[in-house]
């Protein structure tokens, strides 16, 4: 059953609303706005009918709050109002109402209004997920792809994804970057980091799947791996319109092998200036790279591997987010066993 929050400060309209809507909908009436985004702390509705006119905070103002709250921003809102002036409702529109309701309503329109709305806003979460999952889909077709051609690296998209998932959660437990990662969609980031390394498709085999440590001239054209990436990820989004979550496999692909102390490539950026997908990502890339079988060395067990990320804290890593791996350890030593079973 679909959640309804009726935000209006006359009880007649909020009793109107309730014998409208109570016999379909859970209905929640609340005379302020105020006593709306408490209930919103522990409730989230599919729909909020939200009067115009209210002391203290106005409907437009309540609205306004609401488009800065990452959870509530997609809730659909349905101005009431008593005044039918073309100024007020152009207003409105602008600021993301879906829908205005003139007072006093009519409850056979109230019902069929909100059963539309509800309807077109389940059809648009269907089609979103539809759109999401071919999305993931193709990113996943994309990196398998690069995957099978570096014959090396077998299982590291996968592995690191894990691995990326269980260092944003444990930072955002623990604090740190909290306010910089505050709204990041996990799923979708995840997803995305899984591109960090598309550019090796347009490195030769005979480089990517060389039975040996690679020259100096080889580990320059392997950095290039980088800038290809971008541009693939370029091309992509100009094609697509994509823009967000391509973006965020740019900049996984972009900043991945740069170090805080700014050694690293290809933009030699350090500490803060590198974004903080590639400070995260450069701790859980190297991370599998140790732990992991290569043709010029064996794995490194996941304590000795810790051992060398903590030695390079505040060099090559972001000394914060380190800090949060080493207190992860033991949930990366996991994904390093899946390492072994794979075979690297």
Known sequence: METIFVVDDSDVNLTMAKQALGDSYRVFTLPSAAKMFALLEKVMPDLILLDIRMPEMDGFAALEKLSMDKRAAEIP????????????????????????????????????????????????????????????????????????????????????????????????????????????????????????????????????????????????????HVREGEQIIDKIMAKTGEEEFLQNARTFCSYHHEHWDGSGYPYGLKELDIPLFGRIMAIVDVYDALVSERPYKKPFTSDVAVNIIMQESGKHFDPKIAEVFFLERDNFKSTSDSSAKEGG
Not at 122 to 151: F, H, M, P, Y
Not at 160 to 180: H, K, P
Not at 187 to 200: E, F, N, P, Q, T
């Open 77 to 224: 809102v349905m101005f009431l109002t008593a005044s039918s002036d073309a100024e007020s409702e152009i207003r409105g529109f602008e600021m993301g109402a879906v829908d205005f309701i003139t007072k006093p309503f009519s409850e056979p329109v109230l019902r069929r209004r909100v059963e539309t709305h509800l309807r077109v806003d389940e059809l648009i979460k269907r089609r979103t997920q539809r759109l999401e999952r071919l999305k993931n889909g193709i990113i996943s077709v994309l990196a398998d792809i690069v995957e099978c051609r570096d014959e090396n690296t077998g299982g590291h998209i996968e592995r690191t994804s894990r691995c990326i998932r269980i260092l944003i959660e444990a930072m955002i437990a623990n604090g740190v970057y909290a306010d910089e990662m505050a709204g990041w969609n996990l799923d979708a980031i995840v997803a995305s980091a899984r591109l960090h390394d598309v550019g090796k498709i347009a490195i030769s085999d005979m480089i990517l799947n060389k039975p040996g440590r690679l020259t100096p001239e080889e580990f320059v054209t392997i950095k290039t």
